[in-house]
């Protein structure tokens, strides 16, 4: 279906003989002005360390992108999960190391604006996600004396692909540079 449009003195006119009002098109005109800085804004991939990749294999994954003043950190596993076995040790062995990457970025986990929490099914627990344990490792970064910064966040239980090497926990988050 196409439409033809006819100009008439605060309206337009289809061939259809419909009118549409003009006085939005102000509006309509500003709305399209703001949103061209947001689909200007630069991109940037960082590469997957050695921590979330220790065959260097060849993945179609970034660590983290950087799309203007905003990191989206991938889903992050301990990378000492074998040794880690319990939900509080990985989830603090997940957060110090993303903690380095934000380090790489020059941000802080007081940077970071959200997080999403996927719990794992934890054989020491009967098969049940241990959240009491996730909080535990949670609470030594966020909402501290040091660092006060309480992010958003979800927590999920999934089945985690990575459980078979033995993770109980991955997260991922959203960091966004102070301007």
Not at 17 to 39: C, F, N, Q, R
Not at 100 to 109: D, G, P, V, Y
Not at 119 to 130: I, S
């Amino acid at each position: 279906m196409s439409l033809t449009f006819t100009f008439a003195p605060r309206a337009l006119r289809s061939l259809s003989g419909d009118y549409v009002m003009t006085k939005h098109l102000p509006l309509l005109a500003a709305m399209l002005l703001v949103s061209l800085p947001v689909a200007a804004q630069s991109r940037k991939e960082i590469p997957l360390p050695a921590s979330q990749n220790p065959t260097n294999a060849s993945l179609p994954i970034a660590a983290a992108v950087w799309a203007g003043n905003t990191l989206y950190v991938s889903g992050w596993l301990d990378p000492d999960m074998k040794a880690d076995t319990d939900t509080k040790s990985q989830t603090v062995g997940i957060l110090e190391d993303v903690q380095k990457l934000l380090a790489s970025q020059h941000l802080t986990m007081g940077d970071v604006v959200s997080m999403h929490v996927y719990l794992g099914t934890n054989p020491a627990t009967n098969g049940k996600p241990d959240f009491a344990g996730m909080m535990a490792g949670y609470t030594q970064f966020f909402g501290t004396r040091d660092q006060p910064n309480t992010p958003s966040r979800t927590t999920l239980q999934v089945v985690l692909p990575a459980a078979s090497r033995g993770a109980l926990v991955e997260i991922d988050l959203i960091a966004a540079r102070p301007t």
